[in-house]
């Protein structure tokens, strides 16, 4: 985050980038804020966390696709 102003201090701002980085397929983003959080202070279990929490956010959709699908065809085979 050069050349801007944030109410989030760093380390907070890169480990949010990690998880959003895992949210959004970004490889080279998810290079880029993991180095930038070892190199500000982030500690390994930090960024652990952080994508933990990405990993959460993404998976979740997917969850709940394959569930409603289960779900559809639960229902159809009941009612035959």
């Known amino acids: 985050m050069e050349n801007s102003v944030s109410i ?3 380390k ?3 480990l949010i980038s990690i998880g959003a980085s ?3 397929n970004c490889l080279p983003c998810l290079r880029y804020h993991f180095a930038e959080a070892l190199k500000i202070g982030c ?3 930090e960024i652990e ?3 933990k929490l990405g990993k959460m956010v993404k998976e979740r959709p997917i969850n ?5 699908a289960e779900d559809l065809i639960n229902r159809e085979k009941e009612r035959n």
Do not use: F, H, P, V
């Open 49 to 51: 966390e952080s994508i």
């Open 64 to 68: 709940d696709i394959y569930k409603l």
């Open 22 to 24: 895992i949210g959004g």
């Open 43 to 45: 500690t390994i279990s």
């Open 8 to 10: 989030l201090d760093s």
């Open 12 to 14: 907070i701002a890169e």
